[in-house]
């Protein structure tokens, strides 16, 4: 599969990050009675969510309780009018989201907010240096993927 994940988190005082995986798998299907682009369900594994920096990685995966949940997930995606919703599940803790989709030569992308706290993820910090509660995460999917059904 071709699909992305890319999440950009800020840092306090100043500063941010940027998180990435080429590891989304599900399938997106066409539903074209419906207008609608539809999958059941989407996963990343949690330790394929890379920052370019092998500690911060490590650090990363232990605040994502990798070892307890190996994967997060979206459930139930349904796109139409370039406005999507569905379940996501981090940490054990789903929460349904709305989102908007926009789209390029290749791509579609969904982006979105979310705030980590809501799946109860605790505050993240080193050495004086924290991460916002409000990180943008973006999947991009690539067009040719999509199953027309």
Do not use: C
Request: aromatic share 8%; proline share 3%.
């Amino acid at each position: 599969m071709a699909h992305e994940v890319h999440i950009l988190g800020r840092l306090l005082p100043v500063g941010s990050f940027e998180i990435n995986s080429d590891k989304l798998y599900g399938d997106f299907v066409l539903l074209k009675d419906k207008g609608t682009i539809n999958s059941k369900k989407l996963s990343v594994r949690t330790t394929s969510l890379e920052t370019g920096i092998q500690l911060r990685d490590e650090h990363l995966h232990k605040y994502l309780n990798a070892n307890k949940h190996p994967r997060i997930f979206i459930k139930d995606v349904i796109i139409k009018n370039f406005k999507g919703s569905g379940n996501l599940t981090i940490n054990g803790v789903s929460k349904k989201l709305s989102f908007q989709v926009t789209s390029d030569k290749t791509h579609y992308l969904a982006k979105f907010t979310l705030i980590p706290s809501q799946f109860k993820l605790q505050p993240a910090s080193f050495m004086g240096v924290s991460v916002e509660d409000n990180i943008e995460l973006t999947i991009k999917v690539l067009k040719q993927e999509i199953l027309p059904k």
